[in-house]
C-alpha cells in the first residue's frame, strides 16, 4: 500500500509538470509539449538523483542543435509523419539524419556533461523533420523551461510543505 501512494505521488508530480507545459501550449497554440517532455518528467518526479538543471536543459538543448544539423545536413525538406516507401531516397536521408542527430547528441551530452537521455528523442523529433525549423527549436526549448521552472516550483512547495510535517512541528516544540 506505501508503495501505491508514493506511486501516486509520483504521478501527481509529473502530471503537474506536464500540466504547465500543456497549458502554455494550449493558450500560444505552439507544441509546447512533444514526445520527450514525458521522460524527462518522468525523471524530475522520479529518479534518484533527479537530473541537474545542466543535464535537463543542456541535454534537450545539444539533442535540439544535434537535430537541426542532422536533419538540415541530411535530411531537409522530407518528414516522417507516416509510413516511407520502401527504398525511397526521403526515408534513407531521414534514416541517415536520425542516426547523426543520435551520435551527434551522444557525443555533445559527453563533452559538455548535460546527459539526459530523454534527449536523444528531442534529437530525432527534430531531425526526423517533426520539429525542423530554428523557430521549432526555440518551441521546445519554451517547453523544456516550462517543465523545469514547474520542478523548481513543485520542489519549493514540496520543501515547504516538508518544514509543516508533523515531525517538524513536534521539533520545534
Aim: aromatic share 2%.
Amino acid at each position: 500500500m506505501r508503495r501505491l501512494a508514493a506511486g501516486a505521488a509520483e504521478a501527481a508530480h509529473a502530471a503537474a509538470l506536464v500540466a504547465v507545459a500543456g497549458a502554455l501550449a494550449w493558450a500560444t497554440g505552439r507544441p509546447l509539449v512533444f514526445p520527450s517532455l514525458g521522460p524527462s518528467a518522468y525523471l524530475v518526479a522520479v529518479a534518484e538523483p533527479r537530473p541537474t538543471a545542466r543535464e535537463l536543459l543542456g541535454g534537450h538543448a545539444v539533442g535540439v542543435v544535434a537535430g537541426l544539423l542532422a536533419y538540415h545536413g541530411l535530411a531537409g525538406g522530407a518528414v516522417i509523419t507516416g509510413a516511407v516507401a520502401a527504398t525511397a531516397p526521403a526515408g534513407a536521408r531521414l534514416a541517415a539524419s536520425a542516426v547523426a542527430s543520435v551520435a551527434l547528441t551522444t557525443l555533445g551530452m559527453a563533452v559538455t556533461d548535460t546527459a539526459h537521455a530523454p534527449a536523444c528523442a528531442t534529437t530525432l523529433i527534430v531531425a526526423l523533420g517533426l520539429l525542423p525549423t530554428p523557430t521549432d527549436a526555440a518551441v521546445i526549448a519554451a517547453g523544456v523551461a516550462a517543465l523545469f521552472l514547474a520542478s523548481r516550483a513543485t520542489a519549493a512547495v514540496g520543501a515547504a510543505l516538508a518544514s509543516r510535517s508533523p515531525a517538524a512541528v513536534d521539533a520545534e516544540r
